[in-house]
């Protein structure tokens, strides 16, 4: 039986002008189009990928893949395991199915849960995309990493201790998903003495984008869940 291929496809942070030449072409090639949704059927990463999508010429399937809102690792894993069958059974037909993912697929990315299902009996291929870590450097025109400096990405639901870790050990930190530990994240940046050193961004690349170049100005409130910290040591002028 002829297989398919399954193509996880980075469509950056947010802006539309971000996707890159090879994603819009796996894109117009596709036989059918995943990505994931809310329950409205809203889905952000097919939002980004609209000027690819505005070039198709016929009508292409699409498929997709209700994520349940929540903390619920279950939930969320019955709704990979729902996609996963149902794109086997376009893959066992021969069909190219591509997967929409918002930033790059293998960074933080969905595609990533989808791809342990189906790897190991299809072709699969990944389209690498732009990061927020990436879009967020160049929105604040900051170098994030030069010469022999290191640099940590954690997350913001990592304990105190590793985060605390990250921030004494490494020169440059990005600390994702920090929203919701806002509060927590900004006591850490005070207790290791890196808070002058930190920028902070909400929906980089996306018309909402905000940011904030001396988190000093924040309040202790809890922000969304697209935001992130940049932590970066202080440089000497060349």
Known sequence: MNKGCFIGVGVGPGDPELLTLKAVREILAADV?????????????????C?????LTAEVPELAVVMPMSNDRQAANEAYDRAAEEITGY?????????????????????AYLLERLQIDFNC?????????NASAAAFTHPLIEQQESL??????????????ALREHDS????????????????LTK???????????????????????????????????????????????
């Open 33 to 49: 189009i995943a990505y994931l949704s809310n329950t409205q059927g809203q889905s952000q990463a097919k939002q980004i990928a």
């Open 51 to 55: 000027l690819a999508i505005k070039q």
């Open 91 to 111: 893959l066992s037909r021969g069909k190219t199915v591509v997967f929409l993912c918002e930033g790059d697929p293998l960074f933080f990315g969905s595609f």
């Open 125 to 133: 291929r990944v389209v690498p995309g732009i990061s927020s870590v």
């Open 152 to 165: 940590a990405i954690v997350s913001g639901r990592h304990s105190d201790a590793r985060i605390e870790q």
């Open 173 to 188: 930190v990005v600390i994702m998903k920090a929203g919701r530990s806002r509060r927590r994240l900004l006591s850490l």
């Open 192 to 238: 290791t003495g890196r808070k002058h050193e930190a920028r902070y961004g909400e929906y980089i690349g996306r018309d909402n984008q905000w940011l904030c170049s001396s988190v000093e100005e924040l309040t202790d409130e809890a922000g969304p869940y697209f935001s992130l910290f940049i932590i970066t040591r202080e440089r000497e002028e060349l």
